[in-house]
């Protein structure tokens, strides 16, 4: 059989659906609960592991001057401080994003706006977690005061978009939602 005839059948090739067996809760943590699931993937049985997460909100505040409002805050997972759009998880599963999204704003920018216009959604990170995060922008900023968790230590800074997209062109911003959003509002509203 020639390289064609090969490429020919591996397109007729059926493909199996991956079929799940079984779900079992390992651990319940304060945002997240991980399983192992039992599946058929290719004719073999699997464990895979799964982690749910309620789902979040993520705001671009947006300042009279076109500056965005970025928070830096220390992340465990990192070990390290990252910069980010203020973004934080739903109160319950059944949460309006939009009203999260108002919420966090608040509480981690110490401002607030009276609209918000949704830019996306995405999904973070899709080979073992659901989490899906929906992002808004804020514009027309009110000063407020911030809100913060007890545990929460979060400064605010301006930045210019410019300098936003260097950090993620040059390997410095790491953060997806962040990357996406900054991308994302750039080519919709200034581009």
């Not at 705001?59 to 910069?83: F, H, S, W």
């Not at 401002?111 to 080979?127: D, F, G, I, Q």
């Amino acid at each position: 059989m020639g390289k064609e005839e090969n490429r020919d059948q591996e397109k007729k090739a059926v493909i199996e659906p991956v079929i799940r067996l079984d779900r079992q809760l390992k651990y319940t943590g304060t945002i997240l609960k991980l399983y192992e699931d039992t599946v058929i993937a290719n004719g073999h049985e699997a464990r895979w592991d799964f982690i749910h997460h309620d789902g979040a909100a993520a705001v671009i505040p947006v300042t009279d001057d076109g500056k965005i409002l970025m928070v830096r805050q220390y992340r465990n997972a990192l070990n390290r401080e990252t910069l980010e759009i203020p973004a934080g998880k739903r109160d319950d599963p059944e949460e309006p994003t939009i009203n999260c999204a108002y919420r966090e704003l608040e509480e981690e920018t110490g401002y607030r706006c009276e609209k918000l216009e949704y830019l996306m959604s995405m999904n973070t990170t899709v080979a073992f977690c659901d989490e899906f995060i929906d992002i808004y922008v804020a514009r027309n900023l009110i000063p407020s005061h911030q809100h913060l968790d007890e545990d929460e230590v979060i400064y605010v800074e301006e930045w210019a978009i410019e300098d936003l997209e260097e950090l993620i062109y040059s390997g410095k911003m790491t953060d997806a939602k962040t990357a996406a959003a900054i991308l994302a509002y750039d080519r919709k509203y200034l581009k």
